[in-house]
């Protein structure tokens, strides 16, 4: 993860699905405040103004006009937020305190809605209103109607603060979730980095922890008590290793030693001799196995990667088709090794020539008189390639799969000499230099591929 961009980890999509979640909430619990609030206010505006209807009303029909005059005349000298106007059939002004009627539009119900222009501290300023318009008898019209400026500011501060709102949310809600998203990776580079160094052989290595006791120091205490149960049973298995190596390896050598020195005391043609000479050739065969799962034991285990240098792939191929080339004439198969220039990977030296050997010794053994086996080492858009490609029988793409696993000999193979061993140590030598083993189709033939990423 250490490197990974904070926007592409999961810690921060899921900060941010939160985020937006909650901003969504947000907006629409203050959308919701908003409509409710603007209901109420024209419920109660329009309260206001079917009460100054009512009561003018009844002035109207128990004092008839003149009656409805004087109310409207006292009612506009101390109005406050209401208006009013009463008009001749003419259209001149009778009452109110209004100066003209005024241009008027239709709304929801029996409502209208209009501006008029009104002092305010010496200043004339244009306001909104609602009202409603009544005929009365001879022509005349009355408005009455409640200015609007309060309830449409109030308006107006909602549908300006709410963008603001949650673009402010938005941003702090970004910069929480970046936070605590880095403060999350932060203790997962932690251990991916740990992780790492464990991977590559250091078994010694522990998960930091730290003093908050959460969910990580939780697991990396787990981890670590597994880590020193591996340690543990690692080591064993080393020193398990190291006393069959000492214990085996001795014996069967002073075993061909004696082997070959009965050869030599007896006559060539004589069928003790033919004996002496296949048990040299079991004992050599069971020396290699050993000491193929030794080699295997060790890229495994990483212990190598202590011992790693850059490594010229280049002079390594050369090296190994030099050793070859003998042995390739013999069988009838031409060698060839394809052009390069200096290549270099960081690794084990003696490793990764022994995986090469066991590249060619394949090659050569299964491709018939008079094929060709070609060794290169390469460039390609990833990095490194090491290969062995040759026009044999090959192996079955549904097979290919089995044939790196130990011991493991395909029908093909059953009858040539060999441990199985071969290509399991080549995979196990890619596996510690962090390359993987490909097996592919040369039409005709097998190519081998150990690629460096």
């Known amino acids: 993860m250490l490197g990974t961009p904070l926007i592409r980890t999961l810690a921060f999509r899921i900060a941010l699905a939160y985020l937006a979640l909650f901003a969504v909430s947000a907006a629409a619990l203050v959308g919701f405040t908003y409509w409710n609030t603007k209901r109420a206010l024209d419920a109660e505006t329009d309260q206001t103004i079917q009460a100054e209807i009512a009561g003018l009303s009844e002035e109207y029909q128990r004092q008839g006009l003149g009656g409805l005059t004087d109310v409207i005349t006292a009612r506009s000298m101390h109005a406050g937020q209401g208006l009013y106007l009463l008009v001749g059939s003419l259209g001149h002004p009778l009452a109110g305190n209004l100066d003209a009627w005024p241009t008027v539009r239709r709304s929801a119900g029996r409502f209208v809605e209009f501006d008029y222009e009104r002092r305010v501290a010496g200043t004339l300023e244009r306001h909104p209103a609602r009202g409603r318009v009544f005929k009365l008898v001879g022509g005349l019209q009355l408005l009455v109607a409640r200015d609007t400026h309060e309830r449409v500011e109030t308006e107006r501060m909602f549908t300006t603060t709410l963008p603001w709102s949650v673009a402010l949310m938005l941003t702090l809600g970004l910069i929480g979730g970046g936070l605590m998203s880095s403060n999350l990776l932060r203790r997962l580079d932690q251990i991916n980095s740990t992780s790492r160094e464990i991977m590559a052989g250091d078994l010694s290595r522990r998960l930091p922890l730290s003093r908050a006791g959460d969910e990580f120091d939780t697991l990396a205490r787990n981890?670590?008590?597994?880590?020193?149960?591996?340690?543990?049973?690692?080591?064993?298995?080393?020193?398990?290793?190291?006393?069959?190596?000492?214990?085996?390896?001795?014996?069967?050598?002073?075993?061909?030693?004696?082997?070959?020195?009965?050869?030599?005391?007896l006559p060539p043609e004589g069928e003790e001799a033919g004996e002496i000479d296949a048990a040299i050739s079991e004992t050599d065969r069971l020396i290699g196995t050993f000491d193929s799962l030794l080699l295997i034991a060790e890229a495994e285990a990483g212990a190598a990667r202590n011992s790693m240098s850059r490594v010229d792939l280049s002079a390594l191929a050369h090296n190994v088709w030099e050793l070859y080339a003998p042995v390739a004439e013999e069988n009838g198969i031409a060698l060839d090794i394809a052009p390069a220039s200096s290549l270099e990977v960081r690794g084990n030296g003696n490793l990764l020539s022994q995986a090469l050997a066991n590249l060619v010794d394949n090659a050569i053994k299964y491709t018939p008189a008079g094929g060709r086996v070609t060794i290169a080492a390469e460039k390609n858009g990833q990095g490194a390639v090491l290969s062995v490609a040759d026009n044999g029988p090959g192996i079955p793409s549904e097979d290919r799969p089995r044939a790196v696993e130990r011991f493991v000999r395909l029908e093909a193979s059953r009858h040539s000499p060999g441990t199985g061993l071969g290509l399991s140590l080549v995979a196990a030598v890619a596996r510690l230099h962090d390359a993987r083993l490909e097996l592919s189709d040369n039409r005709p033939g097998l190519k081998a591929s150990v690629v460096f990423a």
């Open 223 to 265: 981890l670590n008590r597994m880590l020193e149960r591996i340690e543990r049973l690692m080591k064993g298995m080393r020193e398990v290793t190291d006393s069959v190596a000492h214990d085996l390896r001795s014996p069967l050598n002073r075993l061909r030693n004696r082997l070959e020195g009965a050869l030599k005391r």
